[in-house]
């Protein structure tokens, strides 16, 4: 049974109860995800210490995630895009519940990468088809609010992983930290066992086998060799973050280039240079805000030298300003447009990024005061990037697009923690080196989305499209 949206609503009390239950499964599923994800995090210097690594070394775990994650974003998009959004939800909390739970048996580097690999599958499943399930559930007319509501989810998880790590990992270990990751899933499978699907996919796509991207992506005379496409570019991809590649690195990193512009062809087509310019969007919006989100813990427990339990409480206030602003990104989208609202919200956060790094340890309530602004501002207006992304596909291939192009442009959260580490080293100073990547690629982000880059691109290409922002009408800032 799909949800149908209200004619022409406005506000929460329109929205029918199936699409709350609706909206709710989906951020419960979010909610989750960030807890799973964010754990390597917290205790990056407990693994490094357990298994012998540099810090350089220990950061690569975490990019380890993003590494697999332009996998879980097309495969299971396709899924979404051919079976329905609800059936690639339920599949993507299960990979990165199994393989949050995998992580605390891990024995050595590499087997935590590998599973670490597999939670970022299911976390690019989740926020892909979350996402689109959301948007295609709830009135366009409160689209921005539906995502940046629902992405309010994943720092609420952050916090909860926040406050576990600070009971657990002093008693148990950093392994019970992971193996508490599995637990709630139970909860979320049964919530999302009675869910409608999306309306919009339900009136549009439901049973059109011949349109959808696992059409173009598993026919049967392309099935093998995407197969073998998907096995090269993830084998480059693990030589690349996991610093094994040697002089290799440049082929490697043109290699990836090729086989990432060889799916995108398959699934845009003409307008492949749109979801190009998507990527690039992405890409340096993980490298102004993931290194802060990947090495801040290590960074207030080295740099300033603080416990676990003031770790967590300044964790807990940055994980809250992200979800507020989050919200009030949704808000401030549906009222100015979600462009406007992006590119006020990134120069916003500028007045906080340089603060945060600055301060001298000893100023608790103050660091609180300032991590919880900057997220909101920086963090918090990320929130719009689902209808962003979204904006640029149409209904049948808004799930695999939306997936795909982010989870390849998250790769520069793989790139994040390991420029980060680098740049560190080479300065003396983690904190100033965070300030560099923020404060620039913010700038850098918002000209892209200010100037509109991608749907001048793909205007410009003139390929007839039905996606939003590729129709003449979607000029102003929208």
Not at 103 to 119: E, H, K, P, Q, T
């Amino acid at each position: 049974m799909a949800t149908t949206p209200p004619a022409s609503p406005g506000s929460f009390r329109q929205l029918s109860g199936a699409q709350r239950k609706a909206f709710f499964a989906a951020w419960l599923g979010y909610l989750l995800d960030g807890f799973d994800f964010i754990l390597i995090t917290l205790v990056l210097t407990e693994i490094a210490a357990d298994f012998d690594l540099d810090l350089t070394k220990a950061a690569t775990l975490v990019s380890a995630a993003f590494v697999s994650r332009w996998l879980g974003g097309l495969v299971l998009g396709a899924i979404a895009d051919r079976y329905g959004r609800k059936p690639a939800m339920i599949l993507a909390i299960l990979a990165f519940s199994v393989g949050s739970g995998l992580c605390g048996f891990a024995w050595d580097y590499w087997s935590l990468f590998v599973f670490r690999a597999i939670v970022g599958i299911g976390m690019a499943g989740e926020y892909g088809s979350s996402a689109t399930y959301v948007m295609e559930s709830w009135p366009k007319s409160m689209r921005n609010r539906a995502t940046g509501f629902l992405l309010s989810a994943y720092p609420i998880g952050t916090v909860l992983a926040a406050l576990a790590y600070e009971v657990i990992v002093p008693a148990g270990g950093w392994r019970w930290l992971f193996y508490a990751g599995i637990i709630p899933i139970a909860l979320t499978l049964y919530l999302r066992r009675s869910l409608p699907e999306a309306a919009e996919w339900q009136a549009e796509v439901a049973g059109r086998e011949d349109v959808t991207t696992s059409s173009v992506l598993f026919a049967a005379r392309r099935r093998l060799p995407n197969a073998a496409l998907a096995v090269v570019l993830s084998t480059a991809l693990v030589f690349i973050f996991s610093r094994t590649a040697g002089s290799a690195m440049p082929y490697l990193i043109v290699l990836t280039v090729l086989c990432v512009v060889a799916f995108a062809v398959q699934l845009a087509g003409r307008l492949w240079p749109v979801m190009l310019a998507i990527m690039l969007t992405v890409f340096c919006a993980f490298l102004y805000s993931w290194p802060i989100q990947s090495l801040l813990p290590t960074y207030l427990k080295t740099d300033l030298g603080y416990d676990a339990g003031q770790v967590s409480n300044a964790l807990t206030w940055a994980g809250l300003g992200y979800a507020a602003g989050s919200c009030l990104a949704g808000v401030l989208g549906d009222k100015l447009g979600t462009r406007r609202a992006y590119v006020l919200g990134l120069f916003v956060s500028l007045a906080f990024v340089f603060p945060v790094f600055a301060l001298p340890a000893g100023n608790v309530v103050l660091l609180w005061v300032l991590l919880f602004a900057m997220q909101a501002t920086s963090q918090g207006i990320s929130g719009l990037l689902p209808k962003y992304i979204g904006d640029h596909f149409p209904t049948r291939l808004r799930a695999a697009g939306l997936g795909f192009s982010y989870n390849v442009g998250a790769l520069g959260g793989a790139v994040a923690p390991l420029a980060g580490a680098a740049i560190a080293e080479d300065i003396g100073s983690l904190g100033t080196a965070l300030t560099v990547l923020a404060g620039s690629l913010t700038v850098a982000v918002a000209l892209i989305i200010g100037f509109d880059v991608p749907a001048r691109i793909g205007r410009a290409l003139k390929v007839t499209s039905d996606a939003p922002a590729l129709l003449p009408r979607e000029r102003h800032l929208t």
